[in-house]
């Protein structure tokens, strides 16, 4: 099985062909201080011997416009899949959707719930109403879903899931778990209530590894373990979050591979392979 990495960006120097237009009006800091395009993207996998990956919507940066990550596989399908993010409270959503998914061959959709940088509308609350058509056109057709969230939002994310109970989400940065009190990590648990659902997977990514080693006590091998028990390693896939996370991306594999060092070999060969293709089948290839 091929190494994957499930959680990458890439940002065009070509602003009058792909503009900026960032979700919430204000991007990224890292997206303007250390961009990194297709061409940076493929020579950062190739140092760090990484042979698949997915490019993730930089909606800090262009917001529900895929066009540059679309339009980026092109020559490269047999090693990088697309997610596009879409507007799941606008009347022409599944439009937007069938549109990036069906006719632009991307693989997978994203939905901001919550981060830590950039304010995101409050229409994106996830069990908005108006967005269960979507979930449902995403349910019927397997479409995975990114979902960034806190694990606070577990209960707003479980209301969704009973009554979608199949879709396939993956939760970038591991939901990023609260980690009051340290090892081992008793606040996480509000977060295993979705393992009950075969469909939800966690990305554990740098953002993931440093919060816990930046806390007081903390220990990212703890917390990796803890989340790999909660779920499984089948259900765990790691992501470099490259260039958002800083670094080069054989620091940042590195940094994730170090974090999983008390993982059995199986359990590591799922988190850098093969949940990936579980995720994506398209990645199995």
């Not at 990484?50 to 339009?71: H, L």
């Not at 399908?77 to 606008?90: K, P």
């Not at 990590?185 to 997977?201: I, M, S, T, W």
Request: aromatic share 6%.
């Amino acid at each position: 099985m091929p190494t994957a990495d499930l959680h990458t960006h890439i940002i065009s120097p070509d602003l009058d062909r792909y503009p900026h237009r960032p979700l919430g009006g204000k991007q990224s800091a890292w997206s303007a201080t250390r961009p990194v395009d297709l061409d940076g993207l493929l020579r950062g996998l190739d140092a760090a011997g990484i042979e698949k990956a997915a490019v993730v919507q930089a909606s800090t940066v262009y917001g529900f416009d895929n066009r540059y990550a679309a339009d980026s596989l092109a020559g490269h399908e047999d090693r990088l899949i697309g997610v596009c993010s879409v507007d799941f409270v606008a009347d022409d959503a599944i439009d937007q959707v069938k549109y990036w998914i069906d006719e632009r061959r991307l693989a997978g959709v994203r939905i901001r719930a919550a981060d830590g940088t950039t304010p995101v509308p409050s229409s994106t609350r996830l069990d908005d109403p108006r967005m269960d058509v979507v979930w449902a056109h995403l349910e019927a057709r397997r479409i995975p879903v990114c979902v960034q969230m806190h694990s606070r939002d577990t209960g707003t994310l479980l209301s969704v899931l009973a009554r979608f109970p199949r879709l396939v989400i993956a939760l970038d940065h591991g939901a990023r778990p609260r980690l009051d009190g340290g090892p081992p990590y008793a606040a996480a648990e509000e977060l295993f209530a979705l393992a009950a659902y075969e469909g939800v997977f966690l990305k554990i990514t740098p953002v993931t590894v440093l919060r816990a080693d930046n806390e007081p006590g903390g220990d990212s091998r703890k917390l990796i373990r803890r989340l790999v028990d909660g779920f499984g390693s089948e259900r765990v896939a790691w992501g470099s979050n490259f260039p958002a996370s800083k670094g080069g991306l054989p620091e940042l594999r590195d940094l994730v591979e170090a974090a999983a060092g008390d993982l059995t070999t199986e359990e590591r060969e799922d988190i850098f392979g093969r949940t990936a293709a579980r995720i994506y089948p398209q990645l199995a290839a």
